[in-house]
């Protein structure tokens, strides 16, 4: 059970969602804080300083996007959407303004909470944090050396800075754009081919069977996550 100290920010306008989501997550040990909209939510962030949010989409007077983008001039604790909407251009953007994680309604408890406890352990590892590790594979940052199996990993510069990326992110979804825009600058945003093209070398040279990933896993229409258990 997480330290009860964790605070979670819940932006719901149905008022029946929060109240199910209130009882699952103080079951869990968590504090909770409510709001009802866009303009409340903005509020509660700044005078509760929660540990997550969790936010929807189809608020009454901000679109959530715009939440997350303006939260991001700020908040850098963890954001997941938790919406109606399972359009993958809605799933993107809300990626790109900056959330971690997107779960569709309806959904499982048991599924957000692992969520949670995912995106939790990622945001409490050190941005520096200089090695990597999950199951067989190994990256050292700051010796920016890979292993698979105690073998070193040679990289291209291009490979190497997807999967440093990837790293600094483990665990959270990034979308296409955002993996080209920090790889090769915003100029290649749109170039989605020259992410396909890498990614599958990449894969040839970490993954013990390319065809079937098991660290770099493929979110459909959305990007690529680097798992933190395989």
């Given at each position: 059970m997480p330290d009860a100290k964790l605070r979670l920010l819940i932006v719901d306008d149905e008022r029946a969602i929060r109240r199910?989501?209130?009882?699952a997550l103080t079951s869990h040990g968590y504090q909770v804080v409510e709001a009802d909209s866009?303009?409340?939510?903005l509020a509660a962030a700044v005078d509760s300083r929660p540990d997550v949010v969790i936010l929807d989409l189809g608020l009454p007077d901000i679109d959530g996007v715009d939440v997350t983008r303006q939260l991001r001039e700020w908040y850098r604790s963890p954001i997941i959407i938790l919406s109606v909407r399972d359009q993958e251009s809605d799933k993107i953007a809300a990626l790109d303004a900056g959330a971690d994680d997107y779960l569709?309604?309806?959904?499982?408890?048991?599924?957000?909470?692992a969520r949670i406890r995912v995106i939790l352990r990622r945001s409490a590892r050190s941005v520096e944090e200089p090695v990597f590790e999950v199951d067989e594979l190994k990256v050292d940052l700051a010796r920016r050396l890979v292993s698979l199996k105690g073998q070193e990993v040679d990289l291209t510069p291009t490979e190497y800075d997807i999967l440093r990326i990837l790293v600094q992110n483990a665990g959270r979804v990034l979308t296409h754009r955002q993996i080209l825009r920090e790889v090769?600058?915003?100029?290649?945003?749109?170039?989605t081919h020259l992410l396909r093209?890498?990614?599958?070398?990449?894969r040839?040279?970490?993954?013990p069977d390319p065809n079937l990933p098991r660290f770099v896993v493929t979110e459909p229409g959305v990007g690529y996550r680097l798992k933190t258990v395989a």
């Amino acid at each position: 059970m997480p330290d009860a100290k964790l605070r979670l920010l819940i932006v719901d306008d149905e008022r029946a969602i929060r109240r199910f989501l209130r009882a699952a997550l103080t079951s869990h040990g968590y504090q909770v804080v409510e709001a009802d909209s866009g303009q409340a939510a903005l509020a509660a962030a700044v005078d509760s300083r929660p540990d997550v949010v969790i936010l929807d989409l189809g608020l009454p007077d901000i679109d959530g996007v715009d939440v997350t983008r303006q939260l991001r001039e700020w908040y850098r604790s963890p954001i997941i959407i938790l919406s109606v909407r399972d359009q993958e251009s809605d799933k993107i953007a809300a990626l790109d303004a900056g959330a971690d994680d997107y779960l569709t309604k309806p959904f499982g408890v048991g599924e957000l909470m692992a969520r949670i406890r995912v995106i939790l352990r990622r945001s409490a590892r050190s941005v520096e944090e200089p090695v990597f590790e999950v199951d067989e594979l190994k990256v050292d940052l700051a010796r920016r050396l890979v292993s698979l199996k105690g073998q070193e990993v040679d990289l291209t510069p291009t490979e190497y800075d997807i999967l440093r990326i990837l790293v600094q992110n483990a665990g959270r979804v990034l979308t296409h754009r955002q993996i080209l825009r920090e790889v090769w600058g915003e100029a290649y945003e749109t170039e989605t081919h020259l992410l396909r093209v890498n990614m599958s070398n990449l894969r040839r040279k970490i993954e013990p069977d390319p065809n079937l990933p098991r660290f770099v896993v493929t979110e459909p229409g959305v990007g690529y996550r680097l798992k933190t258990v395989a």
